[in-house]
């Protein structure tokens, strides 16, 4: 929500004003949409989960206690409600508040890919081509790290709020997010490593 | 291209990157990974292609307006057709 738009009024919102709504739909969609569309990554999905999202809200608002803000009360409906279609996809996948076996005994110290990508130049590291490859790493983390991920990383939420838009304790998060990072820079290690032998051949 | 298998020192470090590049972390473990990394030539770049990932996954993602097809079906379906243009 950015802070130069009109207030929304929460009292309106809960008494079932719906300019109130639809001004809050307009205000907060953008990231909700995002969020989504990073955790299914396929636009169709993104979009019924955003529908969902803002249907579940209106039944809801009546009865928002308000002990979180309103973003991350639409967050965390969000959340749920992608990381169900997740599960219809997947139906072994799990959800965000489950133990997950991808999480237990799995140490951080796997081999590591060790390819200084860093000095590939930026029009490199940011094509259209390199962007496909960033994506498509996100979609290959295990749902539960991949959540944390979006949440940290592409919408840019502080620990404290990831924690509180997933139900899950700060230090969860924090090893969650350890890990989604270390296993996204292992496959750009291993991406860019296949760019950066292209270009000593060249 | 190389892999790095860890021993102790290394490993010990790796729980805490993620405070690191983020800022976060205490000043004396800081001084402590800086140590570290001018030794380690592999937890060097560790570290520095670590924190590049995140850059470039936060340089290329731009929370962006719902594409307008998206959000007309979205008020059609929340019956706020007529605030479509106003709000």
């Known amino acids: 929500m950015s802070e130069t738009e009109k207030p929304l009024s929460l009292e309106a919102l809960k008494a079932g004003d719906r300019e109130a709504f639809a001004q809050m739909v307009d205000q907060t969609s953008g990231h909700i949409y995002h969020v989504a569309l990073q955790i299914l990554g396929d636009e169709q999905d993104a979009e019924d ?5 803002y249907l579940k809200a209106l039944r809801s608002l009546p009865t928002f206690e308000g002990r979180s803000s309103l973003m991350t009360w639409l967050y965390r409906i969000a959340v749920n409600e992608a990381l169900m279609a997740v599960r219809r996809r997947k139906p072994q996948a799990l959800s965000v508040e489950e133990p997950d076996p991808d999480l237990d005994g799995e140490s951080e ?5 060790i390819v200084d990508f860093c000095c590939l130049p930026e029009g490199e590291l940011l094509s259209a081509e390199s962007r496909r490859a960033l994506d498509q790493a996100v979609q290959h983390l295990p749902a539960s790290l991949r959540v944390v991920f979006v949440m940290r ?4 939420l502080s620990i404290q709020d990831t924690a509180e838009a997933l139900g899950l304790s700060e230090n969860n998060v924090k090893t969650r997010l350890l890990r989604a990072r270390l296993r996204l820079r292992q496959e750009l290690s291993v991406y860019f490593g296949g760019r950066l032998k292209e270009e000593v051949h060249r | 291209m190389s892999q790095h298998i860890h021993d102790p020192q290394c490993e010990k470090l790796l729980g805490s990157l993620s405070d690191y590049i983020d800022g976060e972390l205490q000043a004396e473990l800081c001084s402590l990974i800086e140590r570290h990394l001018q030794q380690c030539d592999n937890c060097r770049i560790v570290v520095n292609t670590l924190r590049k990932t995140v850059e470039l996954y936060r340089e290329t993602s731009e929370p962006s307006d719902l594409p307008g097809s998206v959000r007309e079906r979205l008020f059609l379906k929340l019956d706020l057709d007529e605030y479509l243009k106003k709000v």
């Not at chain 1, 110290?109 to 890919?113: F, K, T």
């Open chain 1, 49 to 53: 989960v955003l529908q969902e999202t």
């Open chain 1, 109 to 113: 110290s796997q081999a590591m890919e």
């Open chain 1, 153 to 156: 990383d592409l919408e840019g």
